[in-house]
């Protein structure tokens, strides 16, 4: 709910934030900014304090500062052998592997393939296709880049069963 709040002397952005009702799906988490004086005084990715606790103590809110929360531009969804499955919101220059690690790393019985399914960009798609699907190796996720509208995803293994079963015409079918 934006608007002007009363806020308690050892507020910080992400007390101020969640007085105002938290941030809505629209908007960013990556590049919250706090503005001072009218001047951008600094900007918070609140990945690095949800995922991993990190947090700047000296981003205490003073009077007459003002916590802008810009439009989100980006998601990248992630599926099935991981953690966190998910829509997490990329920066330019992250890759497969940062958005593994957002939503907490691979599970017990994850492949060391992925998948991506990338979204062609509009100036480059020929005769309707709109999706450019590719598969590589895990080792090599920190090599490919994310976009905006891609999907993620990591296949379990497949469960392999040591047996053989007999159908048909026989005595005894098993």
Do not use: C
Request: no cysteine; charged share 20%; net charge negative.
């Amino acid at each position: 709910y934006p608007g002007v709040y009363p806020i308690h002397p050892f507020s910080t952005v992400i007390t101020g934030l969640i007085q105002a009702g938290g941030v809505d799906t629209l908007g960013t988490l990556r590049k919250i900014k706090l503005k001072r004086s009218n001047k951008e005084y600094a900007t918070l990715d609140f990945y690095s304090f949800l995922l991993n606790g990190e947090y700047s103590s000296s981003l205490q809110l003073r009077d007459q500062d003002v916590i802008v929360v810009p439009p989100r531009i980006s998601t990248v969804t992630i599926d099935s052998s991981i953690s966190r499955p998910g829509i997490y919101e990329s920066l330019p220059n992250e890759t497969v592997f940062d958005i593994i690690q957002f939503a907490g790393g691979l599970s017990f019985d994850a492949s060391n393939t992925v998948s991506i399914r990338k979204l062609v960009p509009l100036s480059e798609r020929e005769d309707g296709n709109v999706y450019d699907n590719r598969y590589f190796n895990y080792s090599n996720s920190k090599l490919i880049p994310v976009n905006t509208g891609d999907k993620i995803i990591v296949p379990r293994l497949f469960e392999e069963l040591d047996q053989v079963e007999i159908i048909g015409q026989v005595k005894s079918p098993g």
